[in-house]
């Protein structure tokens, strides 16, 4: 990671900021034939894309994804994809404000102090509209994995907004398609529209943790000790806007656990080896047993409220500001798919890596 | 962050098994005319070394630190630092039972599914071991920061071992040297001491929190959007053995938050920019804002227990396997040190990036 | 430098296809605050651009650029720099031929056996037109530069076209943008007009030596041993279409030389160090010393010529083939404007790393 | 590359200085399973050991490698090699004389202009020293590549020493190892040793060029655009102390074909393509065709020479110079082995990324 670049062989950089023309991904490094049309990457958007409903901003975006180059004939080339989203909706009236005023919460001043400057519409480069270029980049990533990992699922769901968490019991896959809030639990759904609907009333917002499945892996994945699959997973995440913290596995909780608790105990199954539980979230020593990949990332209540807040200007004068603007009470929901791409990028490029310092040949068991 | 090498200017290379001859770290991008010996560097080692009480591991290693390149009569010449360690303890008798059977909890099967073979004395690469190195790097940053950004602190100290947490209104800075746990809470080192030597006495082993805090920063470090400071800095703590978690600011609990609670609100200081709370942990938009920096992860509790735990061999064969061999009752103890240094790597780094990059020059605010 | 991507903190990287909707650059690293808008870049494109004269392609392309990202009012913010360059001239039908036939000389038969297909319109992503994104990038590079190294002038030119060397005594900075072959010699601006209409009539083309010089120089720059500056420039001029061979200063004749020729005296002059000659082309131990800095590189003849050349298809069958189409009888000509902008990134490149290693501190002499 | 590692996923980086107690190369990413010892790295340090001849620096080295990591029972285990060779000889008396002269041709007063300080022992880093690391690392190379790439064969030799060239019509691959030149041309070898004696005599010495040939090779090596297998042996080559020009193919006489000339015809042979002749060095656009690589690269005179030059000193006072101590009169039959080890090193880099990024899987043809 560099800079706006990520991953070792599957490269991806985006570029662009919320109010201009476009914002897109640069994509290298992409395996050559893997069939691939913008119809394989809207979906993805699509599921991203905002004012879907009244829990996300109402800002309009038709987010539609073009292919500049890297295809022919519906095939990769193995060159260079350029993924370009045009900017529709740009009226940057709503922040005329934010100019002068850094939004306590956001990256006015961190940016303003760094750089001297800032693009100051809809928060420039430092918006959570660049995510939409990591959604494309990952629709790419999982049209390579459906080829090279069959078998694969990924899947992103909220298992906690606020301090309300999903109860693991009533966990359902097939709930998660089916409600706002990418949520397993049926009672969960209806419980945080509630939640929520009254906070987004109350002129506030709230946080959320995502967790993020691959399901179907394969062992060997991740390059010790820098390049760990666990540590390029927390990198990915982490570069997310708002959030917080990264867990694998048993995450913070680990803390909590003795040794004997924590050793997920290997036995030997028909198809290899099979563990009595995932304490170690599919990964030792950054490298993937096969087990599922559990990722989980919490996402800060998003920092654009209409309550006032104390800040100063960059003429150092101390004022309110209240953050106007279509903004989503909850951030995190819209988090879902881009922990998803985050995760089907990470998979891809230590796939490639892996396939090409040991040739994807695994030491046999039994 | 690409296989053993992390970094992007100041780049280190961490190499070594456990009990191969030696090991090390070849540092890569210090600034030339940084004042260094390797008394610089031992001190960092010694909080590291084990066998310092009966809380850690009782093999004997020395630890003796040599610079072998890139410092002439005293002074970095900005050519790469060849740190190396000799290993004085390798005996390995205690290890020859795990050659066949894979410890749980351990990388021994991952490593070898992805390598096909693996060094199994003390687990080789993937033992804790070669945090050694990365102490020793983390010594050559402190050194250049001491030159670049004078006042910053990089402190470490655990925050909670199994699930006993510090009272943060007993928080007492001079306390962290005075105690085994680095734990700046008089009454927690008194308590921790009791448990642990009781888990101990059971053959077993817990996990642990700890958080590294730079105080005296500088605003402007971090260079968004992948190589955010907080994703490197993730990346960094998530890449130590046995890290399940990482969180920066408020870190998970970020989720319980609404963001009337969450905004750090902006004052005007004599100094500049003053915040009202730092649930951000020093960071917005993945760039310091001058505050201290935070960051937390945990540690799972150490694989290695004396109590038997099933697992399978390469043959395939369904056994019971005891650990035996010397080791720490909680690696969250010698993450310590372990942490400091990769938060100094991690911040030089940047320095040095966003000097290259902006020329440090600052956006003036007042 | 990493598939499409060159550069260690002003990274480029290009992507599109000769016959694709687009094609550009992903500009990363650039400092912020430097004034650039469309108008700085495009008297590069033009330069390059095809359709001038007899002796380039008369493909049509407008080749107007836009800035889609990282400048705000004027100036630069530090983020990524989009620019893209709309194929307007798509005409495919000349390239039908090539689909099943690999025409000698081009990358078609490599592109086929790395990738199992490739875009063959108009050679893909091999085609030249690729250099027109480099140009691009190279004009952010020198707005960047004129801020920050005030004073440098980068300059290419050609040296030799076939057999015809300038003449040195006759070098005439002056004469270069006065002909179409950007030749400092008058007299062989005249000569080489008529050679080369005689060679473009009998269906012929021809190879070239082109030199860049920057001028202006700051010593310090290069980032030993494995980012000399005389590598990167190097690998910089070797990744140009038809490149063959790359010269530093004396270049392959310094074979001949003896150390007694071949050393540069130092004197002292008024503002520092001065060489009594520059066999060394301004670079020391991969460092700039302030001298001129001179690079050279050989294009090899265009290899899409109308005499039928003998080769064999996708099926094996050995076939005669012309290559229609528009094209150059020398090339080189146009990759004039490319070196140039090669050197311009690299010097920025260098100029930004060093800033970041040493604070671009230097020592001093007398 | 960047600062002290070159390569992609097979990763090096070389530390140590001409004087100091050791160097050594640490070696990322080499496929697991292959076998290896230092017996098998030994006889290529031994190729380049100095004082082995007349022709050759006196200076007395062991230059033993020992592997001090990455190897377990012979075999790599995937994880970091680190190869260090002690320096032996470090009689630095010779040297005292240039602590504050720069000498001519050498990197002193470049090293010294970026740094502000140097040692000034042999060179420090900027040695020819510094290439027995490569040459270790270049055997690591070649033990992976014997597995990985059978029939491989890479083999450098001299074909030019000052003015005088090789005969092409007497190259016999059997003469190389039989003279002190590598020279595969019996009459050359024998004019040689004369000419060379007279320059020595004569307090001079004079520069060469070298050729590196890889038979056997595999076509698809090579990732355009800027990671092209011509760009990467380019930066490796030019990365070589002394060397200032590197030709592909034709090289630098490629400016003198025509296109009628130049054009590779293809046929079809009983095993696949083969082409009437080999100007473009076995590669096209950047990618191996199965076609011998073919690189040169010229070595400047040695700089260290017994006739007196003027310079200057730090304090710039103008002074004679004359650079005593134990030097090659023709640096560049050292060169050999060394060019060879980059070769091998990049071809095995290069065959590593393509089986990552294409699975190694090659476009059929016929």
Same mark, same amino acid.
């Given at each position: 990671m560099s800079f706006n670049t990520f991953g070792h062989l599957f490269r991806v950089t985006t570029w662009g900021e919320s109010h201009g023309p476009a914002l897109g991904a640069t994509v290298d490094g992409c395996p050559p034939g893997v069939p691939l049309t913008e119809a394989d990457i809207q979906p993805w958007l699509d599921k991203r894309k905002p004012g879907q409903n009244k829990f996300t901003t109402q800002r309009q975006e038709a987010d539609q994804v073009r292919i500049l180059s890297g295809v022919y004939e519906g095939r990769t080339t193995g060159t260079p994809i350029q993924l370009m989203i045009e900017n529709t909706d740009q009226r940057s009236k709503d922040y005329g404000d934010i100019l002068q005023k850094f939004r306590p919460g956001h990256a006015d001043i961190s940016y303003h102090q760094k750089y001297g400057l800032? &693009?100051? @519409?809809?928060?420039?480069?430092? #918006?959570?509209? *660049?995510?939409?270029? @990591? $959604? =494309?980049?990952?629709?790419v990533a999982r049209a390579a994995l459906r080829a090279l990992v069959p078998g694969l699922r990924i899947t992103g769901y909220m298992v906690q907004m606020g301090p309300h968490k999903i109860d693991r019991a009533q966990f359902d896959w097939d709930q998660i398609p089916e409600n706002p809030f990418w949520v397993p639990d049926v009672q969960a759904a209806s419980d945080w529209a *509630?939640?929520? &609907?009254?906070? @987004?009333? #109350?002129?506030? #917002? %709230?946080?959320? %943790?995502? *967790? $993020?499945? =691959? @399901?179907g892996m394969v062992p060997g994945l991740g390059a010790p000790i820098y390049a760990k699959l666990d540590t390029d997973l927390a990198a990915a995440m982490m570069s997310i806007n708002a959030v917080k913290g990264v867990e694998i596995g048993e995450g913070m909780d680990a803390a909590c656990l003795t040794g004997v608790d924590n050793a997920d105990e290997i036995r030997m199954g028909p198809d290899g080896p099979e563990f009595s539980s995932n304490h170690a979230g599919g990964i030792l020593g950054g490298i993937s047993t096969g087990q599922d990949v559990v990722v989980r990332f919490s996402v800060k209540p998003t920092s654009s409220i209409l309550t006032p807040r104390r800040t100063i200007t960059i003429a150092g004068e101390e004022v309110e500001l209240i953050t106007k603007g279509r903004h989503d009470p909850c951030v995190g929901i819209r988090a879902v798919p881009v922990g998803e791409a985050m995760m089907a990028c990470v998979l891809l490029d230590h796939f490639l890596m892996d396939r090409g310092q040991t040739g994807g040949q695994r030491g046999q068991i039994g």
């Amino acid at each position: 990671m560099s800079f706006n670049t990520f991953g070792h062989l599957f490269r991806v950089t985006t570029w662009g900021e919320s109010h201009g023309p476009a914002l897109g991904a640069t994509v290298d490094g992409c395996p050559p034939g893997v069939p691939l049309t913008e119809a394989d990457i809207q979906p993805w958007l699509d599921k991203r894309k905002p004012g879907q409903n009244k829990f996300t901003t109402q800002r309009q975006e038709a987010d539609q994804v073009r292919i500049l180059s890297g295809v022919y004939e519906g095939r990769t080339t193995g060159t260079p994809i350029q993924l370009m989203i045009e900017n529709t909706d740009q009226r940057s009236k709503d922040y005329g404000d934010i100019l002068q005023k850094f939004r306590p919460g956001h990256a006015d001043i961190s940016y303003h102090q760094k750089y001297g400057l800032r &693009d100051p @519409r809809g928060g420039g480069r430092s #918006s959570a509209r *660049e995510t939409a270029a @990591r $959604v =494309a980049a990952g629709g790419v990533a999982r049209a390579a994995l459906r080829a090279l990992v069959p078998g694969l699922r990924i899947t992103g769901y909220m298992v906690q907004m606020g301090p309300h968490k999903i109860d693991r019991a009533q966990f359902d896959w097939d709930q998660i398609p089916e409600n706002p809030f990418w949520v397993p639990d049926v009672q969960a759904a209806s419980d945080w529209a *509630e939640y929520l &609907d009254g906070l @987004r009333r #109350s002129h506030n #917002s %709230v946080g959320a %943790v995502i *967790e $993020v499945t =691959a @399901r179907g892996m394969v062992p060997g994945l991740g390059a010790p000790i820098y390049a760990k699959l666990d540590t390029d997973l927390a990198a990915a995440m982490m570069s997310i806007n708002a959030v917080k913290g990264v867990e694998i596995g048993e995450g913070m909780d680990a803390a909590c656990l003795t040794g004997v608790d924590n050793a997920d105990e290997i036995r030997m199954g028909p198809d290899g080896p099979e563990f009595s539980s995932n304490h170690a979230g599919g990964i030792l020593g950054g490298i993937s047993t096969g087990q599922d990949v559990v990722v989980r990332f919490s996402v800060k209540p998003t920092s654009s409220i209409l309550t006032p807040r104390r800040t100063i200007t960059i003429a150092g004068e101390e004022v309110e500001l209240i953050t106007k603007g279509r903004h989503d009470p909850c951030v995190g929901i819209r988090a879902v798919p881009v922990g998803e791409a985050m995760m089907a990028c990470v998979l891809l490029d230590h796939f490639l890596m892996d396939r090409g310092q040991t040739g994807g040949q695994r030491g046999q068991i039994g």
